[in-house]
DNA sequence: ATGCTCATTTCGGATGCTGAAACGCACCCG
DNA sequence: CGGGTGCGTTTCAGCATCCGAAATGAGCAT
């Protein structure tokens, strides 16, 4: 099998902060599959091979259309939508009536037409966060673990524990573990909640802190003195490593934040065999290289958040908005 | 056939002042409609007359009800929409495979599922502005309206003019307009527009005295430096009334910002025949009125904005989601 | 290497969707 | 006030599309 024609170029339909611009409709190929079938939870494999089980559901993409162009009229009436969209006039009504069913659009005889309500963001909700850094990040860290050869993780901060929710040890040479996905780093030993309480607000330390004493007893005053000292150091030198006394103790754990503005939204690692790289290697090849890739990736989220037109505008931009012709 | 087992569902959870909160499901009855038949544009006739001309699409609730539970999930397999949903799993892989196609959801083996994309936004992008603003005000204004009898309209800036996008005009017993949407009132000489550039923003305020001055020669210096004074007046007073000279003169027209912050979203306006409120009665029977109702929709708006669980999150409020629990 | 889990696919059957055309309400104009 | 007209809504027949139980097989665990 040619599983190998894969990994050169990956990625290249998901790049930069564009995302999915190519809409050309992946068009549902039944006979000849040339990507096979993957699951979707695989920890090895192939990521991003074109392939679709079944066609798109029609009725489900004229809905979503429909539902988009609403977005865009605010207020619009069944012929609106009918000229901006091309429909037919009953299935647009159709789609309407269903859509009023979920409670997604109202129909307001008072405004003349159809508008969106409040629910509409329940289909937008869980997208920042997870899902927003993950989307910036996928392509950097790809490239990363390409460049030099060591899996990438990337984890965000899940009640009193880190969360990891993207990995790249599928497309790694040199995996060393089963799978990073589903683990919980520990905040004060683990190099990603060090990095995410080293650069987070104070504010939120303290919580972290509080939160930290509450349910660990053998955590003292001491230990705490300790760690904040450990921090500070963390927030000097710009990266994080984990405890030495934690396993695996054959592999040493870098990480550094991801952040936007004051926040951490995350933070991202790198893993590594200590007798593979030189100690006075690791800096030149492991964490610069990360570090640039952090740069880049929070140089997207800042554009996607606040340049782009994708943003959700505070009401300052709702004017800057009517303002423009 | 048992047509009516639709709406065995949902939106029980949807709570409060919100505007449709008789969103039971508006069940589709072929036979019996109590409502009759109501265009959506109509002037007259009822508002909410609970009718469907066709029963739900159920291929499009599913995927909505697919995409709104991987928006909770944040990363979801197969197996995880299947314990929410309760969906047979076939179906969660079509809908998935159509959500894909149209770039709302993207799958990724290196976070072990499926996920949201910036697409969803597109769904959600037109809710804040009009839509937001009508929703939160629709019940006070009607209340305005069935309490004083005189319609109440509701525009928003909209380049160089107010666009009138809802009047309940179809409630008052005594209309005086064939109707008000649609319509375009002046910046300069209507009660919503001077109530907009009284209190919007001072740099707002110079942007659109600029634009003004371009767009109308006959607009020199002095008329401004007047209406400037005017519109100090109309902050002093807190309302705003129309030019005196304009059409139609036998009513008078109140305005009074809706305000978020330190913006106006939109203006609130009422309007009666002149023979028809003794002078010394406006500010009773009108302005007070029209005052007290805009303060209980900024309180909600404020509200829903802040305060409310529907808020899309800042980049501090999502620190604040992932600390509690 | 073998078994087992679980995502994915298949396939037959019937449900549900499509959209042209008819309908009739509500506004407009004389 | 009363017909004309535009447009939102309804109907209906035909067939494309969707449903979901069961089979498949990829991928992980031991």
Redesign the interface.
């Known amino acids: 099998m040619d599983m190998n024609s894969y990994g050169t170029d990956t990625v290249a339909d ?1 790049d930069a902060y564009a ?2 611009t190519n ?1 050309t ?2 068009r ?1 190929s039944p006979g000849q599959d040339e990507g096979g079938s ?1 699951r ?4 090895r ?3 991003d091979s074109i392939k ?3 066609p ?2 029609e ?3 004229r ?2 259309e429909i ?2 162009t ?6 619009g ?2 012929g609106d939508l009918h000229a901006v969209t091309g429909l037919p006039k009953p299935t647009i ?3 309407l ?8 659009v ?27 850094v ?2 910036a990040s ?1 392509p950097f ?2 490239e990363l673990t390409n460049s030099i050869k060591w899996p990438v993780g990337i984890g ?4 009193d524990a880190i969360a990891v ?4 040890g ?1 497309i790694s040479p040199w995996v060393h573990a089963n ?1 990073l ?2 683990n919980r780093p520990n905040l004060i030993t683990s190099a990603m909640g060090r990095a995410y309480m080293a650069f ?2 104070e504010e ?1 330390r303290e ?2 802190f509080q ?1 930290i004493r509450e349910k660990n007893s053998a955590f003292g005053s001491d230990q705490e003195a300790q760690h904040r000292a450990l921090l500070a150091n963390v927030r000097k030198k710009g990266y994080a490593l984990r405890s030495p006394r934690t396993e695996p103790k054959r592999n040493i754990t870098v990480a550094v934040p991801i952040r ?2 004051d ?3 995350a933070s991202m690692t790198v893993s590594f065999f200590i007798t593979a790289v030189a100690p006075a290697d690791v800096d030149e090849r492991v964490i610069q290289p990360l570090k640039e890739t952090v740069a880049k990736i929070e140089s997207v989220i800042r554009f ?1 958040r606040d340049g782009g037109s ?1 943003m ?2 505070t ?2 931009d ?2 800057r ?3 423009a ?1």
């Open positions: 998901e995302g999915e809409q409709s992946h549902y993957c979707a939870n695989s920890r494999g192939m990521t679709a089980s079944y798109p559901v009725s489900v993409r809905a979503l539902l988009r609403l977005n865009r009229l605010r207020i009436t069944v009504v159709r789609m009536d269903t859509l009023i069913a979920d409670g997604y109202a129909r307001d005889n008072m405004c003349g037409g159809y508008r969106v309500t409040h629910r509409v963001k329940d289909l937008h909700a869980g997208y920042e966060g997870i899902a927003e993950i989307e996928r860290a790809i965000m901060l899940d009640g929710h993207f990995w790249t599928t799978t996905l589903h987070c607000p939120e919580l972290l939160r936007h503005g926040m951490v939204l996607m994708g959700l505008p009401s300052r709702v004017s908005m009517a303002l012709v």
